[in-house]
C-alpha cells in the first residue's frame, strides 16, 4: 500500500467529501446536532465542497491518497496510476489576537458563505441541523478557546482529521495530524483540536505530544440527547443526558513535549474529530 499525504486540491474534493462522511455516520455529535429523520447527504455533500473549496486558498486542507497501480489494458496500452482519497485533516493557520484579515481572505469568508446561502436556499433548509445546538456549541468553544489559548501566537486549529473504516488502522491518521503538528514543532507554535470522544482519543493523542485540557460542556436544557457511554463517566450504558461532552485538546511543541514523548510506544492510529460538523451551517 502506498499513500501521500499532500494538500487538497479540486480533484481531491468529491473523495475528500465522501471520506468525510463515511468516517462521521457514526459520530455521537453527529447524532445530537442533526435530525438524523431529516439529515440531507446530499445536502451536506455540498456544503463540504463549499468548505473544501474554501480550505484550499484559506485553510492547511490535506489529503491521504492511496495509490492505485497501473495495469496494461487489452490493447496493450499501459494505464497510468490512479489515486483514491482515503484519509482527510482540515487545519486553520494560527492568527494572534492583533491579527488583521488580509481582503482576499476576507473576499473568501464572503464567497463561502454566498455559497452556503445559495445550498441552503437549494435544499430548503439546512438538511436537518440542529441550528440551536449548533450556537450552543459555537459558545461553548467561544468560552474554550479563550480559557485554553494563551499564546499571544495563536494555535494550528484542526478541525476535523477523517479516515475510511476500512483503511483504519493503517497510521493514516497520524501522518494527517503530524504533517502540522510537526511544523508546528519547527514553528515553536501549540496546536489544538477538539475530540467528542474520550476513549480512545485521548490516548491516541497524548502519543502524538497531545495533552488534555478540559471539557466543552454543551447542554440543551430539556432536550435530550444520545451520547456514547465512554463520555461520561458514571454513565456507562445510559443511552441519554442533556449534557453532551466534547473535549478540549493542546498540542505543545516538541522542545516543550519532549518529557511527555519519552517510553510512548508508536502506533497507528486513526483518529475522527467531531468538530467537522460545525462546517455544515
Known amino acids: 500500500m502506498s499513500i501521500e499525504v499532500r494538500r487538497l486540491t479540486l480533484e481531491d474534493i468529491p473523495g475528500a467529501v465522501e ?3 463515511r468516517a462521521f455516520e457514526d459520530d455521537p455529535y453527529f447524532h445530537w446536532v442533526f435530525d438524523v429523520a431529516k439529515f440531507s447527504k446530499e445536502r ?30 487489452h490493447g496493450g496500452l499501459e494505464k497510468l496510476p490512479s489515486y483514491r482519497v482515503v484519509g482527510v485533516s482540515m487545519w486553520i493557520s494560527p492568527h494572534p489576537p492583533d491579527h488583521i484579515q488580509s481582503l482576499s481572505s476576507r473576499f473568501q469568508d464572503w464567497l463561502l458563505s454566498l455559497r452556503q446561502l445559495i445550498t441552503n436556499i437549494q435544499f430548503r433548509g ?21 480559557r485554553f489559548w494563551t499564546d499571544a501566537r495563536g494555535y494550528y486549529h484542526c478541525n476535523v482529521v477523517a479516515v475510511l473504516p476500512s483503511m483504519h488502522g493503517k497510521g493514516i491518521g497520524r501522518k494527517l495530524v503530524e504533517v502540522v503538528t510537526d511544523r508546528a514543532d519547527k514553528e515553536g507554535i501549540k496546536c489544538y483540536l477538539e475530540s467528542s470522544k474520550a476513549e480512545p482519543n485521548i490516548k491516541i493523542y497524548e502519543r502524538m505530544g497531545f495533552r488534555f485540557v478540559g471539557d466543552l460542556d454543551c447542554d440543551d436544557s430539556g432536550t435530550v440527547c444520545k451520547v456514547s457511554p465512554f463520555l461520561v463517566p458514571g454513565l456507562e450504558r445510559m443511552a441519554l443526558t442533556r449534557v453532551f461532552l466534547s473535549k478540549a485538546i493542546l498540542h505543545d511543541p516538541r ?27
Open 255 to 281: 522542545s516543550e513535549a519532549v518529557d511527555k514523548r519519552k517510553g510512548k510506544v508508536k502506533e497507528d492510529t486513526d483518529v475522527l474529530v467531531s468538530g467537522i460538523w460545525s462546517l455544515m451551517r
Open 126 to 146: 439546512r438538511g436537518g441541523l440542529h441550528v440551536h445546538r449548533y450556537w450552543i456549541w459555537k459558545e461553548s468553544q467561544a468560552k474554550a478557546t479563550q
Open 19 to 21: 471520506c468525510i462522511q
Open 44 to 73: 451536506n455533500y455540498v456544503s463540504l465542497r463549499n468548505r473544501c473549496l474554501w480550505g484550499i486558498s484559506n485553510g492547511l486542507f490535506y489529503v491521504a491518497r492511496e495509490k492505485i497501480p497501473g495495469c496494461i489494458s
